[in-house]
């Protein structure tokens, strides 16, 4: 009995360390990580909803990539991040190692088209109540048109990770959109 | 505590004692009255199970149906100690149980299932909570691994089903994400000690376990395998069913327990199946060494699993066939004999130009399969075999006949004839069985 009493206690405590340790994790990037806006763009109105959240697509999310090394689909990469005279963020470079630097994202290449690779970043999804997704959507698709500058989500990078403060639809946040 | 299957034994026992005069008739009744009736006992503790589990799933969707009501109105940090609550009353349940060692199979199965469905809730509120994205398989495997340990500390079977489905589940999007599936062997191996003790302990109650466990050993094959070497599949396949169906041949007849039976029945339509899909040409077509895989997309050292794989199953397929023929039992060997006709498939004419005669090779196994079916079932007069052999064989005629251009009204006359055939074979023997029984 003591054995399973041992093993009783660790299980408790893992289901209790794992979740916490990913709050952990992002509330660290929210509270020291640099703050960086990625323009939204358009999404396939049928894939704009899942569920009850909405699906996020950022522009500027692929790079030309002129390095000598094979990269290929799947695998690991760090993404140098800067930021445009818009103060939108921008991938400035690709490394194949984690830099000594703050402002990257580690992610992996979605797919390539010759030397442009594309990736998926770590913030593609803004979970919304189910009753206010469908006015969401509508409000997500209008300001993320080909030409307008009106959405970006708000990111905070910190060692790689990037965790998402809000999305911002015309200037305002998206739950401030909901409480007028 | 009385042993369920040893009066059900005694109960199968009973007729042949009074028939003998070991026992009165009378007596026989006294048994039964004294340990009372088996089966309804269990099926009143099966509903208890199927009822408290049913409850527990209930009880864990209604908690997290009634914070997401709320949600939108609660600041982060409560948002998130509310998520931490379906896991800290599951956890208390299970506490509950394990220190006062609980004997009910309801309560241990019912919490067992509870915690993991909570532990799983709790992770997805926290990723939705921090709109977290992606990467299912790594929340799947931590999942999994933080509730395991259930299995042993409750002896419940449930959260053993559910972990091994999901880490098939887990292998096949480590695949597609370009991850590495191979970690479900030494993921599965984890429950392989509870579920030896189930076998030994209760060997009736096993079945659905066995059966998972052949499914998804099927399944995670196929994902796993690294396929740096075309056409090993084969090999593994056929040596991976003749294994699974002749250990459960094997045991069936040294103990009569219903654990084997999904390993029996199971594997023997697999090995049906996988002869049939082999008795094609297109199997063995690019297959062998001259058209092994060097692209960066194969990993070669993955690939060395898939070797090992082969051994492991290979060894037991051999092992258990020289035990089967050792016993005379043809028909068993007969199906267990596959992965034998897989390597002369393979040295015929794999990946070369004579790659049809090893679908020809297989077309001619599995007629003779169908064959031996249809004598063993007349011999010991059980129609199942005697119907599974002419199903068998029809399915060869009828593979190879849609081959030709045949006209429609000469496809329809040969159908027609066919089933009538089988309709007659089953009519004479129903009688010939019915003759038997009557002296």
């Known amino acids: 009995m003591d054995n399973k009493k041992y093993i009783l206690v660790a299980m408790v405590a893992a289901q209790i360390i794992l979740p916490a340790n990913m709050i952990f994790q992002r509330e660290n990037v929210l509270r020291y990580g640099l703050t960086y806006r990625f323009e939204t763009a358009p999404v396939d109105p049928y894939d704009a909803l899942r569920g009850r959240y909405v699906v996020l697509s950022v522009k500027n999310r692929s790079f030309e990539y002129k390095g000598g090394k094979e990269v290929v689909d799947g695998q690991t990469v760090y993404l140098l991040l800067e930021k445009d005279s818009d103060g939108y963020a921008y991938i400035k470079d690709i490394l194949l190692q984690p830099p000594r630097l703050r402002n990257y994202i580690k992610t992996k290449v979605s797919y390539k088209r010759g030397n442009q690779l594309y990736f998926d970043l770590p913030f593609d999804r803004f979970y919304m109540n189910e009753y206010k997704a469908p006015k969401a959507e509508e409000l997500y698709r209008k300001f993320s048109r080909e030409g307008k500058k009106d959405g970006y989500v708000l990111v905070r990078v910190l060692n790689g990770a990037a965790v998402i403060e809000d999305l911002y639809l015309g200037g305002k946040p998206i739950s401030g959109l909901f409480d007028n | ?439």
Not at chain 2, 75 to 85: D, E, H, K, V
Not at chain 2, 143 to 165: E, G, H, K, N, R
Not at chain 2, 402 to 410: D, K, S, W
């Open chain 2, 1 to 439: 505590m009385k042993k369920t299957s040893a009066i059900r034994w005694l109960y199968q026992e009973l007729p042949s004692l009074v028939r003998e005069g070991v026992l009165s008739d009378d007596a026989a009744q006294r048994i039964k009255q004294y340990y009372g009736d088996v089966g309804s006992k269990n099926k009143i503790q099966l509903a208890l199970t199927i009822f408290a589990i049913i409850g527990a799933i209930w009880i864990g969707l209604g908690i997290i149906l009634l914070f997401a009501h709320n949600w939108d109105m609660l600041s982060r940090l409560q948002r998130t100690l509310l998520a931490f609550l379906p896991t800290i009353i599951s956890s208390g349940f299970v506490c509950f149980a394990v220190i006062k060692n609980k004997q009910s199979v309801a309560m241990r199965e019912g919490f067992g299932i509870l915690n993991m469905i909570c532990v799983g809730a709790t992770i997805s509120l926290i990723t939705q909570i921090y709109n977290i994205s992606g990467d299912i398989s790594s929340f799947l495997i931590a999942w999994m691994l933080i509730t395991v340990p259930l299995v042993y500390l409750l002896s419940a079977s449930l959260p053993a089903l559910f972990y091994l489905i999901c880490i098939t589940l887990w292998a096949g999007m480590s695949q597609y994400e370009a991850g590495q599936a191979v970690l479900f062997w030494p993921l599965s191996a984890i429950i392989m000690p509870y579920y030896i003790k189930n076998v030994i302990k209760r060997p009736n109650a096993s079945q659905w376990l066995s059966a998972a466990i052949f499914l998804c050993y099927t399944v995670a094959i196929g994902l796993c395998l690294e396929q740096v070497l075309p056409g090993l599949w084969i090999l593994v396949y056929s040596a991976y069913f003749a294994a699974m169906y002749l250990t459960g041949t094997w045991w069936s007849d040294k103990v009569s327990s219903l654990w084997t039976v999904p390993f029996r029945k199971l594997g023997i339509i697999a090995i049906v199946v996988l002869a049939h899909i082999l008795s094609s040409y297109w199997p063995w077509e690019n297959i062998g060494w001259y058209n092994y895989h060097k692209s960066v997309q194969y990993v070669s050292w993955a690939g060395l699993f898939d070797y090992v794989v082969l051994i492991v199953a290979a060894f037991f397929a051999v092992y258990f066939l020289i035990q089967t023929v050792k016993r005379r039992k043809d028909f068993e060997a007969a199906f267990g004999a596959i992965p034998i006709v897989a390597v002369f498939g393979l040295a015929l004419g794999g990946g070369g130009k004579h790659s049809h005669l090893s679908g020809w090779l297989f077309s001619a196994y599995l007629l003779s399969l169908g064959v031996i079916s249809i004598l063993t079932g007349v011999r010991e007069r059980r129609l199942g075999i005697t119907n599974i052999g002419i199903l068998i064989v029809a399915m060869v005629i009828f593979s190879r006949f849609m081959e030709f251009e045949i006209g429609i009204i000469t496809r329809a006359v040969v159908f027609i004839f066919a089933g009538a055939c089988f309709l007659a074979a089953n009519v004479a023997l129903s009688k010939k069985i019915k003759g038997g029984e009557n002296g």
